[in-house]
């Protein structure tokens, strides 16, 4: 005989599944924008601190964001103004921050029922402002401030779903879906840069290689956070096990992980899911920063990206590609 | 009206042209609305800041509707006007009666024609009529919805002539939309004229979606269980989006795509959430009927669910309004409801029709082409006010193209007389004047009826316009039903609390 509480799950579990499915996507691309707005912006001041002769270039961007394939058929080289107007301003790369917050909008649009007012206001308008003033992005003088809107206005978006929404079934889709993408994203950067952390800081030889280790950090807004935690000694690997496993900082791979995992367990049938993080979680624990060399820290990043893909996998196939005939449960009944 | 330089909202010089106007009759106010008119010009330039402020509510709201555009569907503001239409209470009991008796018929006029086609058969309705019909759907005759209900939900346009009779123009029996909007009005004017709701008996109209979802519970066919009730949108690029998501949301009903639902090997239909298929009892569907299943109607359909119409014919799932209902949508059967309503109810009709002549019957064929002038002419199975001819305002050569059109298929054309609609004073750019308009009430027929109080009035907004359409630039207003004996006796209380101190 089920009592109250169990009554009150079973209404619970009667989220639809392409609803999941849109707030789950919903949650991605606002993340993704926000990311894409911080990286754009901290590369854009790393670039003005280097001297000419560090050539750092604008293509390490289109390596973090995964887009070299999509940048190359239209481009033939990458010269500042395409890489950040392909990556910040063009509609027809799907993973451009306009882009990106359209998708987002879209998404949430048809699921508008379940967000508070507010949040869909500020999407709508962000979703507005940006489509007006991309040109902003592109230009040296305002990228920085443009940027920093996106972010402070993702973050705004954030900050009223979180403390405004219930946190009830769909509230865990979105928060699955920021988390796997910021997991998903910090590797992306650790993957592109770590040949910079690993590097061991020579005797000026290298007079810049404390600004580009801070850039990534600041890439990923963990720069202050990791001062504050850091402990003396070669604070390129700190930086690299700092981003990996600090179970405290909102963006380490390591919190993401348990993030996802505590948003799973108010759905239900998380148990796939929720395996296929812990096994992620293993794998971090056993891996010790300080015996990485460059090779096998590019491997064991990949491993991550392929769990982080397979957690994805595996919140698809739970819950949004119900099986469609032959295996119809009485949920109700 | 306007004084220059001043924003006073006059009603000196405000004249209907001979037309029967709602509110005022030789500038007296009709019965039911001397208390309306009384406030309203007593607002004089306040007025025009009423309206202002319905605007601003009607954003904040985000009330809108969807119009197709150049590179994509663009959501707008809703068009209001803030002056209501008022009906007394007298008035209405009488035409809800009237809807009510003529929904009962229709009903009874479908399931027969699903079923025995007895009218066809006692020689009171032709039978080439049925099977030439663009909506009759042989996929559901034999079909026995619950109750013997086809059409649960009608919405009926309600017009005026210049004598001031009310007639039925036509019966919404396919997916009627419209009634998100009567109450969102209601929501509106009750922010705007927050001081005279409390003085006047206006009858409320949001006990619809409550009634609704009585109706639509006692569809399931699972009594005594709490039923699973799915509102089926086409999507967010419907123009009717918003009303799905609002009637989905005020039932606490769930808003599905054709993609949510499956029928499985045990003819039930099936909603994919995250815990894994749940059974749907009722389907409030808002796909017309040719895209409802790809494997009974069109299969091209991606709206629709695949074996909906299996699980509806083995009564494991109400589908609301039954598929096949919209065959007395068609405005050739129009032409024979009052008929209908002698036929099966032995009854004269309460509200009369529009004179139709329907031109697959050679005499009135004859009739209608000698008479074009005079005469609308519109196509049997249109919706939205498209294919209209005017003959009034035709020119030669579109009398000679109606004409072809006619004599190549009458079966599809009917005739009417051209209308005086009849006006409201509605606010135009800081001035009142009279502009045309209809009435969209909406009747639920189940175990019982229910006729809303009122309906969506809405407004042509240009100058001698006839079009209400709000795709075409038409507009709305509240439409208050209200007891002017009510607003007498409180008038005379309040005298009568006054002298006494």
Same mark, same amino acid.
């Given at each position: 005989m089920p009592d109250a509480d169990t009554n009150l799950k079973e209404d619970d579990t009667m989220l639809l599944s392409r609803v999941a499915e849109s707030v789950y996507w919903g949650g991605r691309y606002l993340e993704r924008a926000e990311a894409t707005a911080r990286l754009v912006k901290v590369h854009t001041e790393l670039y003005l601190d280097l001297?000419?002769?560090? +050539?750092?270039?604008?293509?390490p961007l289109l390596a973090v964001t995964g887009s070299w394939d999509g940048f190359r058929t239209n481009h033939p080289d990458a010269s500042e103004e395409d890489v950040i107007s392909f990556l910040a301003?063009?509609? +027809?790369?799907?993973?451009s921050i306009i882009a990106s917050i359209a998708h987002a909008r879209d998404n949430l649009r048809t699921t508008?029922?379940?967000?508070?007012?507010t949040a869909w206001h500020v999407l709508n308008q962000l979703h507005l402002w940006a489509m007006e003033t991309r040109p902003e992005s592109i230009d040296r003088r305002t990228r920085v401030r443009w940027m920093d809107d996106v972010i402070a206005q993702c973050q705004l978006l954030s900050g009223v779903v979180t403390g405004t929404?219930?946190?009830d079934e769909c509230y865990a889709f979105l928060e699955v879906g920021r988390l796997v993408e910021r997991a998903d994203m910090t590797t992306r950067v650790l993957d592109v840069q770590a040949g910079i952390l690993m590097r061991q800081l020579g005797d000026g030889a290298e007079p810049y290689a404390d600004v580009t280790w801070m850039s990534v950090l600041r890439s990923l807004a963990a720069a202050q956070m990791f001062r504050r935690n850091a402990s003396v000694g070669a604070p390129g690997r700190e930086a690299l096990r700092f981003l990996l496993? +600090?179970?405290?900082?909102?963006?380490s791979v390591e919190h993401c992980l348990i993030g996802v995992s505590r948003a799973l367990l108010?759905?239900?049938?998380a148990d796939e899911p929720m395996a296929g993080c812990a096994r992620l979680q293993t794998a971090l624990e056993d891996v010790g920063v300080a015996d990485l060399t460059a090779a096998t820290l590019h491997g064991f990043v990949d491993r991550l990206q392929e769990g982080i893909a397979e957690v994805h996998d595996l919140v698809s196939e739970t819950y949004f590609r119900t099986a469609p005939t032959g295996s119809a449960v009485l949920a109700m009944t | 009206m306007r004084a220059p330089g001043g924003p006073d909202v006059g009603?000196?010089?405000?004249?209907?042209?001979g037309c029967w106007d709602e509110m005022l009759d030789r500038g007296r106010a009709r019965v039911a609305c001397d208390g309306v008119l009384t406030y309203l010009t007593s607002l004089g330039g306040d007025l025009q800041e009423r309206q202002r402020v319905a605007e601003s509510a009607i954003r904040a709201m985000g009330i809108t509707f969807t119009v197709a555009a150049e590179g994509g569907n663009i959501d707008r503001a809703w068009p209001f006007d803030v002056i209501p239409r008022v009906i007394s209470t007298q008035e209405w009991t009488g035409i809800a009666a009237g809807l009510v008796q003529r929904l009962i018929a229709l009903n009874l006029f479908i399931a027969d024609l699903y079923g025995e086609a007895k009218i066809v058969k006692d020689g009171?309705?032709?039978?080439?009529l049925v099977a030439s019909?663009? %909506?009759?759907?042989?996929?559901?005759?034999g079909a026995e919805p619950s109750e013997g209900i086809w059409a649960h939900i009608c919405g009926s346009d309600l017009v005026r002539d210049e004598d001031g009779t009310m007639y039925v123009l036509e019966d919404n029996?396919?997916?009627?939309?419209g009634v998100s909007y009567m109450l969102e009005n209601r929501a509106v004017t009750k922010r705007v004229f927050a001081d005279l709701f409390r003085d006047l008996d206006i009858h409320p109209v949001d006990a619809y979606p409550h009634r609704l979802l009585e109706l639509l519970a006692s569809m399931?066919?699972?009594?005594?269980e709490t039923p699973t009730i799915v509102v089926l949108t086409?999507?967010?690029? %419907?123009?009717a989006y918003f009303e799905h998501a609002f009637l989905a949301r005020e039932m606490g009903a769930h808003l599905v795509e054709g993609q949510d639902l499956f029928v499985d090997t045990d003819d039930c239909v099936y909603m994919r959430t995250i815990a894994g298929p749940v059974r749907v009892d009722v389907v409030y569907r808002r796909v017309d009927d040719l895209f409802l299943d790809p494997k009974a109607f069109?299969?091209?359909?991606?709206l629709g669910v695949a074996g909906l119409m299996r699980a509806w014919r083995a009564g494991n799932v109400a589908l609301v %309004?039954?598929?096949?209902?919209?065959?007395?949508?068609d405005k050739v059967v129009y032409a024979f409801v009052p008929d209908m309503i002698r036929y099966y109810l032995g009854e004269e009709p309460a509200i009369p029709n529009v004179p139709t002549y329907a031109c697959y019957d050679a005499t009135q064929r004859s009739h209608v082409l000698a008479n074009l002038d005079n005469l609308v002419v519109k196509p049997a199975n249109e919706s939205g006010g498209y294919g209209i001819f005017v003959g009034a305002l035709a020119t030669s050569d579109e009398k000679d193209a109606i004409r072809r059109r006619i004599e190549a298929d009458p079966r599809h054309y009917v005739a009417q007389p051209i209308l005086r609609l009849s006006t409201a004073p509605t606010l135009c750019d800081g001035v009142v004047v009279p502009r045309h308009l209809d009435l969209r009430p909406f009747i639920l027929s189940g175990q019982r009826s229910y006729v809303t109080q009122g309906g969506l009035t809405r407004v042509?907004?240009?100058?001698?316009?006839i079009v209400v359409n709000s795709s075409q630039g038409g507009g709305s207003k509240d439409t208050w039903v209200l007891d002017p004996t009510v607003v007498k006796a409180q008038v005379q209380e309040q005298c009568q609390t006054q002298t006494q101190t």
């Open positions: 001297p000419k002769s560090a +050539d750092v270039g604008w293509s301003a063009d509609a +027809d790369n799907p993973g508008r029922a379940m967000l508070p007012p929404m219930s946190h496993k +600090d179970p405290r900082f909102p963006r108010e759905l239900p049938h | 009603w000196g010089d405000y004249d209907s042209g009171r309705f032709p039978r080439e019909s663009a %909506n009759f759907r042989p996929q559901c005759v029996l396919r997916v009627p939309s399931s066919p699972r009594p005594g086409p999507g967010v690029y %419907n123009s069109r299969p091209d359909s991606a %309004n039954a598929p096949g209902a919209g065959v007395a949508d042509a907004v240009r100058e001698g316009s």
